[in-house]
């Protein structure tokens, strides 16, 4: 079946440091990509997504690239802010799951801690 | 734009009690999904409409859960005799094709 697999937090920043966090996923058809943070208390807000293979979605300065022959889908920003603390999830939907119920399978998300 | 929204927020219940939570989607969405996030982990599905019919319920949703969504506009999750491990945050999401936005969720806690 799906899986997702993200990088084990959680990740520790300085201020304006360089940010990866690493996803890679397992699918049977041809997956859309997202990232979605998670802010303390709050719901789930979708942050990018990539449709296709070699297709970069960014946002707020996060990019993540879809690569489909190392099936990832990383997400990088080039320098933090104290606001980017969160818990941010990387999911896939199958578009091959016979129906297109467009159903997501998540990664147990990274939780993301950017000091002053 | 007022986006989901999910009621109650926060429910603490006694074990073998029934709950029930809502999620009003984004008005002009046909999809609406179910979610369960425990400590730790990321959301895993439940259940999904497409309009008021139930096309999808995962393995996780046991006898116990029923959702509906009459007229598929709001949709109810209800939970028959809690369990302890039913404590969890319930997501609610809605779409109108693939991209789904998220309601803050129901924070349950089952003693």
């Known amino acids: 079946g799906d899986s997702v697999t993200q990088m084990e937090g959680p990740v520790t920043l300085s201020e304006e440091a360089f940010l990866t966090i690493n996803c890679t996923y397992t699918?049977?058809?041809?997956?859309?990509l997202f990232w979605y943070v998670q802010y303390p208390g709050e719901g789930l807000q979708l942050l990018l997504k990539?449709?296709?293979?070699?297709d970069k979605g960014s946002n707020k300065g996060f990019e993540a690239t879809y690569r489909k022959e190392t099936t990832s889908f990383h997400l990088e920003k080039g320098s933090v802010q104290v606001s980017d603390s969160a818990v941010y999830f990387c999911a896939l939907s199958d578009t091959y799951s016979g129906g297109s119920n467009y159903k997501l399978t998540f990664g147990k998300g990274t939780l993301l801690t950017v000091n002053p | 734009d007022t986006g989901v929204s999910q009621d109650p927020r926060h429910k603490i219940t006694k074990r073998g009690q029934n709950v029930t939570f809502r999620c009003d989607p984004i008005?002009?969405?046909?999809?609406l999904y179910w979610y369960r996030q425990t400590l730790g982990q990321g959301p895993e599905f439940l259940t999904y409409f497409q309009n008021e019919a139930q096309l999808e319920k995962s393995r996780l949703l046991s006898d116990r859960f029923s959702a509906e969504r009459p007229k598929g506009s709001f949709s109810t999750l209800e939970i028959q005799r809690t369990e302890q491990g039913d404590s969890a945050m319930y997501l609610c999401a809605s779409s109108f094709q693939e991209t789904q936005y998220f309601g803050p969720g129901t924070r349950l806690l089952v003693l």
């Open positions: 008005s002009e969405h046909n999809r």
């Open positions: 699918a049977t058809g041809y997956p859309s």
């Open positions: 990539a449709t296709k293979a070699d």
